[in-house]
């Protein structure tokens, strides 16, 4: 049904809920055309999802939805792009938002790559070098530097 051409946008909605059925809601050939009709549709269906922060780390999420997410204006919406998407591209692009929220949620993401995780070691918010010390994917150069960070927290982190 989540597939199917023919299936009203309320049905899409609901099956979206479920957890076998987001990836083939997106990918509904009809998707474009609903999006014409309704541009807030991708918006409706994440907020009308239990746990919507979970579609971004599955796996075959569609690069559009991914690329919505990091770019849309909603902070709560990028923070759970940035906490579950795997494409380091579009963490590279995390990386430069200027919420810092959205950066500390990037340090915490199990899937961001090593080289951005340096970069967020040098970050000027706490709360994302904090995160970013905590991350076991950190690399040892990163830690290094984060270990004689000013605050003492950052610094028992690295540690631990």
């Known amino acids: 049904i989540a ?5 009203p946008p309320d049905t899409l909605k609901e099956l979206f809920e479920f957890e076998c059925c987001p990836i083939e809601v997106l990918n509904n050939i009809s998707l474009s055309l609903i999006l014409l009709e309704n541009p807030c549709f991708l918006e409706e269906l994440y907020h009308n999802s239990a746990d919507n922060s979970k579609v971004f780390g599955m796996d075959n999420v569609p690069s559009f939805f991914e690329e919505w ?13 940035a906490l579950r998407i795997k494409s380091a591209s579009l963490l590279e692009i995390c990386l430069k938002d200027e919420n810092p929220l959205v950066r500390t949620y990037l ?16 970050d000027k918010d706490k709360e994302v070098r904090l995160a970013t010390a905590r991350n076991f994917n950190t690399p040892k150069n990163a ?6 960070d000013k605050y003492v927290d950052i610094r028992i982190s690295v540690a631990s």
């Open 143 to 148: 830690l290094s530097l984060l270990s004689q």
């Open 3 to 7: 597939k199917n051409a023919n299936t």
């Open 107 to 122: 340090a915490i993401n199990e899937n961001t790559p090593g080289y951005i995780l340096e970069k967020l070691a040098f």
């Open 69 to 81: 997410g990091v770019y849309n204006k909603n902070i709560s919406i990028r923070k759970s792009a």
